[in-house]
């Protein structure tokens, strides 16, 4: 499975961003897909998850409410709305691939995408 992160950029505080990830092969149906995010000096998070079907959701605390991870079956993609993006958002977006809806160590990784938030 590969996986192609996009749609990150520069955006003002209180502003909007989709984030997109297209994964190669057949497999992305039976996925669990996953949204990461490494700040400068940080540790990588845990973003946002969803089940193969679309029914079942995460979200880390801090984006509750704000964020939302959909996916799109017949385009191979998975997609992270962000909305009233904050500076501390900031970070680089990667987006991740398992079968296990349970792991904590995710098999597959794209390259990350930059998300800038300006105050």
């Known amino acids: 499975v590969q996986l192609q992160a996009s749609g990150g950029g520069l955006v003002q505080a209180g502003g909007s961003l989709r984030l997109s990830c297209l994964a190669s092969g057949r497999a992305f149906r039976s996925l669990v897909m996953g949204w990461f995010r490494q700040a400068p000096g940080k540790e990588r998070e845990f973003v946002a998850r969803?089940?193969?079907?679309?029914?079942?959701?995460n979200y880390a605390d801090s984006v509750k409410g704000r964020f939302t991870i959909s996916r799109d079956i017949a385009k191979n993609t998975v997609y992270l709305q962000m909305n009233s993006l904050k500076p501390e958002d900031t970070a680089v977006y990667y987006c991740a691939a398992d079968r296990n809806w349970k792991t904590t160590h995710y098999d597959y990784w794209g390259q990350g995408t930059q998300v800038t938030v300006s105050s």
């Open positions: 969803i089940g193969w079907a679309g029914i079942s959701q």
